[in-house]
C-alpha cells in the first residue's frame, strides 16, 4: 500500500487491501508456528482481529508491513506462549512423515519438502524461528529490528545463528 492510498481509504479497506496483500506471508508463518490445522485458523483469526483493532495505527504507520508482521508476531507468540501452558500436542513429525510418503505425486514430495522445512523452523530456538520467519518472508535488517524491538546488528546476528541452526537441524534431524 502506498501513502497515497492511505488517504482515502478507510482504516477497513486499507486493512483488506494490505491482508490480501500479505496474507500468503502470513499464511506461511503460520505454518511455521503451528502444525495443527484447526489451531492453525484459530489464530489467522485471532491474527485478523488484532489487525482489524489497530487498523487506524496500522493506516498511520509510518512502515505498516513491519508493524502488520509485528502484530502477525506478537499474536504468535502470544498463542505459543498459551500452547505451551495447555501442553497441546500436534500429530508428530514421524507420522506426519509416514502419511505424506503414502501418497506417490511429485506435488507431495514438493509439499513434503515444504513441510519438512516447517518442521525445520518449528525445531528452532524461538529467538532463531522468529528471525528466519521474518526473513523468509523477505523482511529486511531494518524491517526487522522495528518488528522485534532490538537493534539492526542484533537482528545481523540472530540471523546468522538461525541460518546455522536450521542447517544443523535440517542435516541432523536434531
Known amino acids: 500500500m502506498t501513502r497515497s492510498n492511505t488517504s482515502t481509504a478507510t482504516p477497513e479497506q486499507f486493512l483488506l487491501a494490505l491482508w490480501q496483500q ?9 505454518m ?5 490445522a484447526a489451531a492453525r485458523q484459530d489464530l ?3 491474527i485478523f482481529l488484532a489487525l482489524h483493532q489497530s487498523a487506524e495505527r496500522l493506516q498511520t504507520a509510518e512502515l505498516p508491513r513491519a508493524y502488520l508482521f509485528r502484530i502477525v508476531h506478537n499474536v504468535t507468540v502470544d498463542h505459543i506462549a498459551r500452547a505451551q501452558r495447555h501442553k497441546w500436542q500436534p500429530l508428530d513429525d514421524e507420522t506426519q512423515q509416514q502419511m505424506l510418503q503414502d501418497c506417490p505425486s511429485a506435488e507431495v514430495a514438493e509439499k513434503q519438502q515444504s ?8 525445531r528452532l530456538s524461538p529467538a532463531n524461528r522468529q528471525v528466519i520467519l521474518l526473513a523468509m ?20 546476528v540472530r ?5 546455522t541452526e536450521l542447517m544443523e537441524v535440517m542435516q541432523h534431524g536434531r
Open 22 to 30: 500479505y496474507q500468503g506471508a502470513i499464511s506461511r508463518t503460520l
Open 32 to 36: 511455521a508456528s503451528e502444525a495443527d
Open 44 to 46: 489467522k483469526q485471532d
Open 115 to 122: 513441510q519438512q522445512l516447517m518442521q525445520a523452523v518449528r
Open 137 to 156: 518472508e523477505d523482511l529486511d535488517a531494518p524491517e526487522i529490528a522495528e518488528i522485534l524491538q532490538i537493534s539492526h546488528g542484533a537482528v545481523r
Open 159 to 163: 540471523l546468522n545463528r538461525a541460518k
